[in-house]
């Protein structure tokens, strides 16, 4: 089955300076990669997505890239703000039969530092 | 009102007893999922549904059992609760689409075995 990699499992940045997540896949198959945001005593929502057809993702202040080759996928935050601090999931995904459901990482926990 | 809603959302028991979580949606989504999520851990996938007569195994299912009672319900089982399953339990759902898709969760149910 799949399985996902994420680091750092926490991580700490100064308000306003960029953040960086990443993520390793090992099912080449996997062609969905969603990533979501935990908010303390909330249930994970999903702030962006990339299919494999694609190699980078922008909204607004956050973006998503995908190298399939090395089977690895990011998350980047720019300028950071006290409302990013939550706990963030990468996933992985094959859609086209047999299991369903994501493949999530660990998850890392972001602290925005005033 | 959520669109999944979990009941209860908290609940503390004794080893041995028997519990059941409820999930109810108004989504319309024909799939719906139970993760369970451990700190270290992140989300790990329980049982998921495709549509009412339809029941999979996740990644880890042993001492859990499901029921999909109608399109909009689905309930979590510990037949005899033992303390390791003293977690975080999410429901989710999701549509049937092409590649991926995104799953909206509910806000979880804490629940601790002593």
């Known amino acids: 089955g799949e399985n996902v990699e994420q680091h750092p499992s926490t991580l700490s940045v100064q308000e306003g300076d960029s953040a960086v997540i990443k993520c390793t896949y090992s099912d080449s198959a996997s062609n969905y990669f969603p990533w979501y945001k935990q908010e303390l005593g909330k249930g994970p929502q999903l702030i962006i997505d990339i299919r494999s057809n694609v190699g980078e993702k922008k909204d607004q202040r956050i973006a998503v890239t995908l190298n399939k080759t090395a089977k690895h996928f990011s998350l980047h935050i720019t300028e950071t703000q006290p409302e990013d601090s939550a706990v963030y999931f990468c996933a992985a995904s094959y859609s086209g039969g047999g299991a369903d459901g994501l493949t999530f990482g660990k998850g890392t926990h972001l602290i925005i530092q005033p | ?114």
């Open chain 2, 1 to 114: 009102d959520a669109d999944v809603t979990q009941t209860p959302r908290n609940r503390i028991t004794k080893t041995g007893k028997r519990i059941m979580l409820e999930c109810s949606q108004t989504k319309g989504h024909d799939r719906m999922y139970w993760y369970r999520q451990d700190p270290g851990l992140g989300l790990r996938l329980i049982y998921y549904s495709f549509d009412v007569k339809d029941i999979n195994k996740g990644e880890i299912s042993d001492g859990y059992s499901v029921s999909r009672q109608a399109q909009a319900k689905f309930s979590l089982s510990l037949e005899s609760a033992i303390p390791n399953q003293t977690a975080l339990y999410f429901c989710a759902t999701g549509s049937l689409s092409g590649i991926g898709g995104e799953l909206f969760f509910g806000e979880g149910s804490r629940l601790t075995v002593l």
